[in-house]
């Protein structure tokens, strides 16, 4: 069974990973899920918030024990991105969970301006104020483009949870090397596509799969919080992609 780490996305926090940490570990899996700065019950200032620091905070995880699962959502996977180029030694595999997958140099609104991403519903109906930047969206906004499948139960569970995003990070790019490290290049990837994501569009991650010759994909039929609208189902991908079986 494999160490598995979890990354979350954006105006999230480890708390996002909670429906799916006892199944996961009812498999065998050790599992931890942590708060990226600025996320979750993580108070770092916002001015200190960069792609940077999500990276190391991801890097310090890793480094606390063996090579692990790096899995990352939506935003989190331009996290872990950086985090393997940054530190490969201590990623077995890479599963991106309805996520983001840079070339490098590239952004998440370098992603989010390809033309299959056009219907993405967070950047649709963002909201910056402050200096620097903190993205929020009304519930009725975060429900329909996050929380589109869940039931109201869950739904407000999540939405009670959301927190204001600090902008930087979605405009600065991944630096994974020039070339990047062949142990970097060499890790596996695999990928979890969501059919009915509004967030990161169904085109839109296909596009990036096409773009990487990623292969190893498996689907869920939901929205874009698979953790909380499609949990067993997720449980069960994770698993099979971490090599559970």
Do not use: K
Not at 85 to 109: C, D
Not at 209 to 216: A, C, P, V
Not at 225 to 230: I, T
């Amino acid at each position: 069974m494999a160490r598995i780490v979890l990354v979350h996305g954006a105006f999230a926090g480890a708390w996002c990973w909670e429906p799916v940490l006892p199944g996961l570990r009812a498999a065998g899996h050790t599992v931890e899920a942590f708060d990226l700065p600025g996320s979750g019950e993580d108070r770092t200032p916002v001015e200190e918030v960069t792609l940077d620091a999500y990276a190391a905070r991801t890097c310090e995880v890793l480094a606390a024990g063996p090579p692990a699962v790096l899995a990352g959502h939506s935003m989190g996977g331009m996290v872990i991105t950086q985090a393997a180029a940054r530190a490969p030694e201590h990623v077995a595999s890479l599963i991106y969970v309805a996520a983001f997958l840079p070339r490098n140099g590239q952004s998440l609104l370098n992603l989010t301006a390809y033309p299959e991403a056009g219907d993405d519903q967070i950047q649709a109906n963002l909201v910056l104020t402050g200096d620097p930047p903190v993205a929020t969206l009304s519930d009725e906004d975060m429900r329909d483009a996050v929380f589109g499948c869940c039931d109201d139960e869950q739904a407000a569970w999540g939405l009670a949870h959301t927190r204001g995003q600090p902008g930087v990070p979605f405009t600065q790019p991944v630096d994974l090397g020039d070339p990047p490290a062949g142990a970097f290049t060499d890790l596996p990837r695999a990928y979890i596509r969501c059919l009915r994501d509004r967030a990161i569009p169904p085109a839109m991650q296909q596009r990036m799969l096409s773009d990487h010759g990623i292969e190893r994909v498996l689907e869920i039929d939901t929205d874009h919080s698979v953790w909380l609208s499609r949990t067993d189902e997720l449980v069960v991908a994770l698993d099979r992609l971490a090599g559970g079986g």
